[in-house]
């Protein structure tokens, strides 16, 4: 039951957020800045639930002793280490691809210039951001 009031409430907050939001950036950086929180979405699914997965492997490996016949289960260390490191190379593997083609991806959205940075590296700092948030979470 709170679950679904915390969620209506987080739902009613975001709706009655957006022309506050709309009105203080205008049209154009309200399109740049609903484009730029897609691509936060579209790139954390690069992490293919292996958040989900730590918490499960390091239950077994917390929680489980192995007995005769059992298969072992591994270790704490060995669950963290091997999904930090999957998460950093397939983030690092997903970026030097985002690099060769973030150009034109950057004008085919059409995304405004900003004084700190030009549409692409926009791209790249989200990308970026969300690539230390799932390193993080490991």
């Known amino acids: 039951m709170w679950l679904l009031m915390a969620r209506g409430i987080s739902i009613a907050l975001g709706i009655l957020g957006l022309p506050i939001l709309m009105s203080s950036l205008g049209h ?3 399109g740049a800045w609903a484009v730029l929180l897609g691509g936060v979405f579209a790139f954390g699914t690069l992490e293919f ?19 005769v016949g059992e298969q072992a289960s591994p270790s704490l260390d060995a669950v963290l280490s091997n999904a930090l490191l999957c998460t950093f190379f397939i983030y690092c593997l997903g970026g030097v691809l985002l690099m060769a083609v973030v150009e034109p991806i950057a004008a085919w959205l059409q995304l405004p210039d900003t004084p700190l940075l030009s549409p692409a590296n926009c791209i790249l700092w989200v990308y970026s951001t969300v690539a230390a948030v799932a390193l993080l979470r490991c």
């Open 49 to 67: 639930g292996l958040s989900s997965a730590v918490v499960r492997w390091a239950s077994l490996a917390q929680g489980k002793v192995s007995s």
């Open 28 to 30: 154009l950086q309200f």
